[in-house]
């Protein structure tokens, strides 16, 4: 199994809660519906209905399996349907986590689309596979290439927060002064980062239950923004040595 892999996934499973039950919960019903199916609860951020997908048969899915579903069953299905669908591998340090930790929070597809996004693919390019195409225009946005696609997508909030990680005033806007400070190699995959931040921060506001538990989702996503900030100075660190 990928070090890294291990390491995020692992992290991920610490954020997630253990056995709970919520009537209001689509993702505790084994249809992935409130009131449709059975009432059998989530477990290690686990969904019925991913269970049920993990087991060939909502019929084999009951409150029982739920409670039990341990580590290494959670190691199995966090890398066959989060992992490996967003190609977890091949991407960079730093922007893995990012994509697996919202992707197993929020939704896969969401995640690949936002990175092919701020990298600037656009039509059908958006299309939720991770592949050559969207490595290539990673590896482009990074270094620059025609400009960074990805600082044109970060909100003011996190602008802020960039700012103060290049030791530039946080005003929010990233103008001339600061994309000059955010110009150098080391920042390619710091932008997406950010970038990234912004988006996911706007899919969580857009989300139904953000009333209910915004506050825990913002503060998930300032603790994937730092450790992925940490995972790619790490990386940074690693090649340098």
């Not at 994509?99 to 689309?113: C, E, M, P």
């Amino acid at each position: 199994m990928d070090t890294n892999f291990t390491k995020i996934a692992i992290a991920t499973e610490g954020r997630e809660g253990l056995y709970s039950v919520t009537r209001s919960d689509a993702g505790n019903w084994t249809s992935g519906i409130v009131g449709v199916g059975r009432l059998v609860g989530s477990m290690r951020g686990i969904s019925a209905p991913t269970m049920a997908h993990w087991l060939g048969s909502a019929d084999l899915v009951t409150p029982s399996v739920m409670r039990n579903i341990d580590h290494k069953t959670f190691m199995a299905i966090a890398q066959a349907y989060y992992w490996r669908p967003l190609n977890g591998d091949a991407l960079p340090a730093g922007l893995q986590r990012m994509l697996f930790d919202f992707g197993f929070n929020s939704n896969v597809s969401r995640a690949a689309r936002q990175l092919q996004e701020i990298v600037g693919l656009s039509g059908a390019d958006v299309d939720g596979n991770i592949g050559s195409k969207t490595l290539y225009a990673i590896r482009q946005d990074k270094d620059g290439k025609g400009g960074r696609a990805s600082a044109g997508f970060i909100s003011p909030e996190w602008a802020k927060h960039a700012q103060a990680d290049a030791d530039v005033a946080p005003d929010g806007k990233l103008g001339p002064v600061s994309l000059l400070a955010m110009s150098g190699p080391a920042w390619g995959f710091r932008m997406q980062i950010y970038a990234l931040a912004s988006l996911q921060e706007q899919a969580y506001r857009s989300f139904k239950g953000f009333r209910e538990y915004g506050d825990g989702w913002l503060n998930r996503l300032r603790w994937r923004v730092a450790a992925s900030l940490a995972d790619l100075d790490a990386a940074t660190s690693a090649a340098a040595a």
